[in-house]
């Protein structure tokens, strides 16, 4: 039985250890129709790019979500989440200044992630114009890499601290039990 549990884990081990190695996607593409904006603040990085569209808040994260998915090995989708925040965390995690309507993390655990802010303007006086047309929405997405070597090292710790706590918890186990029947 040992035997059995001990090869589950060492194929768990590995598999994880395969996500953790596979490529990193490159920079989500923006929204068909989109326009890219050219204000210093949103092209100070590679890694945040904003664009004017006309979507609604769904269509934005739905193409996204699309977009970030990553095809894994067997042809199966690597596990990814979305993560709401309040809109004035934008200021602290995209850029300061930043105005924002809705604010969302799509995850790849362990791995990489992807930040959409979206502003939606309410009032007249923040209509966006830009190029001769009224857009609905600026979104600025903030793409968050991270190192394979990095990942495969953190990976490695997980496994290993894993497979510790899971022995010293069942030689904790097995002591009470002991000392249960003295």
Request: net charge positive; no cysteine.
């Amino acid at each position: 039985m040992r035997k059995i549990i001990f090869f589950g884990y060492l194929l768990v081990s590995v598999i994880f250890l395969l996500y953790l190695s596979y490529p990193q996607p490159d920079f989500p593409s923006p929204p068909p129709d989109a326009l890219q904006s050219k204000e210093p603040g949103d092209s100070e990085t590679p890694l945040r790019r904003a664009y004017f569209t006309n979507y609604t808040r769904s269509e934005v994260m739905d193409y996204y979500s699309g977009e970030f998915k990553l095809p894994g090995y067997f042809g199966l989708n690597l596990l990814s989440y979305r993560l709401n925040y309040p809109p004035e965390d934008a200021q602290s995690i995209i850029r300061d200044q930043t105005r924002s309507t809705f604010l969302e993390e799509i995850v790849h655990p362990f791995r990489e992630s992807v930040f959409i802010n979206g502003f939606e303007p309410k009032d007249s006086k923040d209509a966006i114009f830009i190029e001769g047309r009224v857009w609905s929405q600026k979104i600025t997405v903030r793409y968050i890499r991270s190192s394979v070597f990095v990942r495969i090292v953190f990976g490695l710790l997980t496994v290993a601290l894993i497979f510790i706590l899971t022995k010293e918890i069942i030689k904790t186990i097995i002591s009470f039990q002991k000392y249960g029947k003295n």
